[in-house]
């Protein structure tokens, strides 16, 4: 089920259709070096942002830890981002928000969306949390940007 939602998101998420919380992550291998997209969900709240691992640790979220950075994503915006795995205290709320607003991964929890953040902090060891950050090592505070064209 999962993987044919992951290809009705994916087209809608390359054109823009899609809620601009949906973006498509792409990482590259940490054994390969080829390039892996995604579609995720980002949690925002305020000026900060997070990436999510519903279900568990997968192969993205291997490549990302080793890389220390993702591009997401959406339309004709994209942006190259670092990542900074977070420590269950400030995981359990962003997972808490994060199964409030995507209810399709509800299955994947122990934790029910009305319980404490201290039943989320107990899932942080099965549902990795990112902090999204500039490349630069600076909280990331800015939506998705269209990226700057190298050389």
């Known amino acids: 089920m999962r993987r044919l939602l992951n290809a009705v ?6 054109t823009g259709l899609v809620g601009r919380r949906f973006c498509l992550l792409t990482v590259t291998g940490r054994t390969t070096g080829r390039r ?7 949690v925002a709240d305020g000026e900060r942002r997070w990436l ?6 997968r192969n993205w979220v291997k490549n990302a830890k080793a890389a220390g950075w993702v591009e997401l994503s959406r ?8 990542v900074a795995l977070v420590d269950a205290e400030e995981a359990g ?5 994060y199964l409030r607003q995507n209810r399709v991964t509800r299955s994947f929890f ?3 969306p009305g319980d404490p953040v201290q039943a989320f902090v107990a899932e942080a060891a099965r ?4 902090r999204l950050g500039d490349v630069d090592g600076e909280p990331e505070t800015r939506g998705l ?7």
């Open 93 to 97: 709320p962003v997972l808490r928000a």
């Open 9 to 14: 998101l994916t087209p809608l998420i390359r």
């Open 52 to 57: 999510v691992a519903p279900y568990g640790e």
């Open 75 to 82: 339309g004709r915006s994209h942006e190259r981002l670092a």
């Open 110 to 112: 122990s934790a029910a």
């Open 145 to 151: 940007r269209r990226s700057q064209p190298s050389g």
């Open 36 to 42: 892996y997209t995604t579609p995720v969900k980002i």
């Open 127 to 130: 549902h990795p949390v990112f």
